[in-house]
């Protein structure tokens, strides 16, 4: 990163030409990026899609959610299994004693297998569910991270404007007392300046030295948070798209229409499926499965060893305990998710609302603001700097001019990224995400 004093030379050396009329006329999102912001022209550009792309793509968080779906996937194969079935053997001296050869025999081979009669269809069904609902928050928690994602990198647009517009406050301020360099022209800016003029132009540039420094301080802090959510290397300069103007929000009808996709509701829909899926496991678990059992024996009989085979049926005796607690149990996580279901619900639409509303709002204050404040505001300065030069306004004035555009300047700034960050709540609120509108999905 370039120095601040070689910066600010190179700055001011290429606006000695004149900063007046001209220069205070322009169309404030027609000034190119510059200083510490800009990255070499070799390196690339850094754009609201490019970045939440790379931060997709490094997000722990999303690796996480990836092992969530595949231990719901071992738990639906486990739900659609038979139980093992299970081998017995008896090895007892009966029979050697019965004919008098003596010894130990195996005498009794019992295979025993448990009957999931109706268990299973609903274990599968609740399984089946609690992996969607795992899909569902996937995607998500990929919403959040666009969202977060999108917060930081309006944060540094935000203060790599603010660097801008700090550098060009402190050209003006050094500009005012810099010397007449016309041909045969008389410094009479300097000459007749009074010790109070004086000292207001002191204190017109201590104040845009101050807002260089704190500049400076937020865009560092913006990127190291920039670079933190991105994996970036520490000594990375990134290089950010210019802040314009965030668009008009969709119709807040058309936005209603897909608040049942969205994948916070799908999740919350697939637990509750679950959840009245687990109460019919409960019900079919209330009592252990039926063993069918085979057993081939070999006894003495008629005076001989013989071998036979017999079946056996095992059930469970609901004597101590009828199983009307797992169930009980199971109607009250039903009836949590279904409860949990509608808070959602009412949560997604109110949060739509109040961010369509308010991206709405925001975006018109900004066309407001820079047509009816910041633009009068640059005249103003223009005007007032022009009678200064000519005798005919005093610093006072031109101090007060000064600070009322570039603090006008700054709330424009603001509310430009506080409109970007009211749209990325809004997509996460309808449940767009933007990377799949950018690849040819309409959000």
Known sequence: MPSTRALFALILLSATAGFAADNLQQNPQSIQAAGPLAASLSQKVWTLESSIS?????????????????????????????????????VDPKLGIEDGRGGYNL?????????????????????????????????????????????????????????ILAQERLIFSEKLQLRDDRPGGTDRLVRYLSPLERARLDILRATAQQEVALAEGKWSEALAQFRALLSMPP????????????????????????????????????????????????????????TLSVIHEQDYLGGERRNYIGLMLGVQLPVWNSGNGGVARAYGEAGKAEAELEMQRRDLLTRLRQSHLHLGHLVEQAEHFHVHLLQPARRVLDLTRNGYIAGEQNGLALVDASNTYFDAQARYLELLRDAWNEAAELRLAAGISLIDAATGGKP
């Open 54 to 90: 790379r931060g997709i793509t490094v997000a722990p968080e999303l690796r996480a959610a990836e092992a969530e779906i595949a231990a719901r996937t071992g738990n639906l194969t486990e739900a659609a299994a038979w139980p093992n079935p299970s081998i017995a053997l008896r």
């Open 107 to 163: 005498n009794q081979v019992t295979l025993s297998q448990p009957l999931p009669l109706h268990r299973l269809q609903h274990q599968r069904r609740a399984a089946e569910a609690g992996l969607e609902a795992a899909r569902a928050a996937q995607r998500y928690q990929r919403l959040q991270l666009e969202t977060r994602t999108a917060q930081a990198f309006h944060a540094l647009q935000l203060a790599a404007e603010r660097q």
């Open 235 to 290: 000594d990375s300069q990134p290089e950010t798209a210019r802040l314009l103007p965030a668009s008009v929000p969709e119709a807040l009808s058309a936005l209603l229409q897909r608040l049942e996709a969205h994948p916070a509701l799908q999740a919350a829909q697939q637990t509750s499926d679950a959840s009245r899926a687990a109460v019919d496991v409960a019900r079919a678990q209330r009592y252990a499965d039926p």
